[in-house]
């Protein structure tokens, strides 16, 4: 481990003790190719690479507080403009530390404690899901507007070419989702936590498909339901404001885009039976997610002040919604860098809307979704998130196709 000093003059007195604080703080991440540098002026790096990023500390105060709780006290300090980037790629340098986050053997505990206590004031009750989902999608629909493609589709798009503009990465996802589900004109979809409605739209509209979707967003409800009425699929779409709990009746395919996140693990199992009593013989349903390698809350800054009620799972936990209900895995991938991607584009975006976005509420507002899209970008970058696609079936449901090769065909078959 190498320490690098700049020391300009004159030098505060207690500049010895905030340095070594800082390299303490830098080799319990791993020694990240990222500069710290404090409110003297002073910088500190324990890496020989080139900084990806330097940032700036405002005082001694945010210094102590981001050693002690770095989960969440980076976020808040970043949002009330206490930490500044002074050089290089925020999103960049912080993939670069979570690379080289050293593990903490004292995490895990800690990590399990915050997670019961966060769990019990965020359950994901019907009325603590309402309440959850009202904090962040219901921001207003002008706001998302500015940032998000055409589609309003707020979920991991499909990258089949490295030309592809987002608005066609998300319309390749699109397709790619209802290919797994080898829709046909003519059968029902359900669809549960359906956004802006771009995905039951397509699929009436290409695919032929009747669609009852689902969603508690005021916000995005009503957008839906414009959008089904300017194309013309009223008659097609159906958009449901209601909680999944209270689906009812049958189709031919369940989709779940981007919804798993929030249900909270404890409501696995329900979620499960649900999707079971829902499909109709020969019927198969893809549940498309944020998730993790292995079981991690959401960083905490994430889930208080953007997410809360939020939990990525992981593969196993996810199997919590399938092996009771007695749905066979057909189908496993993992898109995790083309999320990557997706956040990039929307973080550009949204960096080229930053002075309607501060009109629309304020400067803190603007620096903290830059924190959370960079973070995103970051997270999945780095590997720390993962995007799992998982299709099943009824276990004894012989309707599977012998190889992968509709996936990537052009079309609707």
Known sequence: MHLLVDTPAP?????????????????????PPVRLQLWNGQSVTTSRAPSLLTLRIANRSTL????ADPD??????????????VAGDLAQGLAATFRHAATNAAAPGLQARWARARALMRRNTLRGSRRNIHAHYDLGNEFYRLWLDPTMSYTCAYFESESMTLMEA???KMDHVCRKLRLRAGEEVIEAGCGWGGLALHMAAKYGARVRAFNISAEQIAYARAAARAAGLTAMVEFIQDDYRNISGSADAFASIGMLEHVGIGNYTRLGRIIRRSLR????????????????????????????GACPPSLAQMMKVFEPAGLSVLDAENLRLHYARTAG?????????????????????????????????????????????????????????????????????
């Open 64 to 67: 102590w507080r981001l050693i």
């Open 345 to 413: 584009c929307w973080l550009a975006a949204f960096e080229n809307s930053r002075d309607q976005v501060a009109r629309m509420f304020d400067e803190r507002f603007v620096r903290m979704w830059r924190m959370y899209l960079a973070g995103t970008q970051a997270a999945f970058l780095s590997g720390d998130l993962q995007l799992f696609q998982v299709l099943v079936a009824p276990g004894r449901s012989n309707e599977v196709p012998l190889t992968r090769g509709h996936i990537y065909s052009a079309g609707p078959d």
């Open 281 to 308: 013989a020969g019927g198969r349903a893809l549940v498309h997610t944020v998730a993790r390698d292995a079981p991690e809350p959401l960083n905490r800054w994430m889930e208080r002040y953007i997410f809360p």
């Open 170 to 172: 998300q319309v390749a």
């Open 11 to 31: 030098c505060w007195r207690h500049t010895g003790v905030a340095q070594r604080l800082v390299e303490k703080l830098l080799h319990a991440l791993g020694d």
């Open 72 to 85: 969440m006290q980076f976020g808040e300090a970043y949002t009330d403009g206490r930490i500044e980037v």
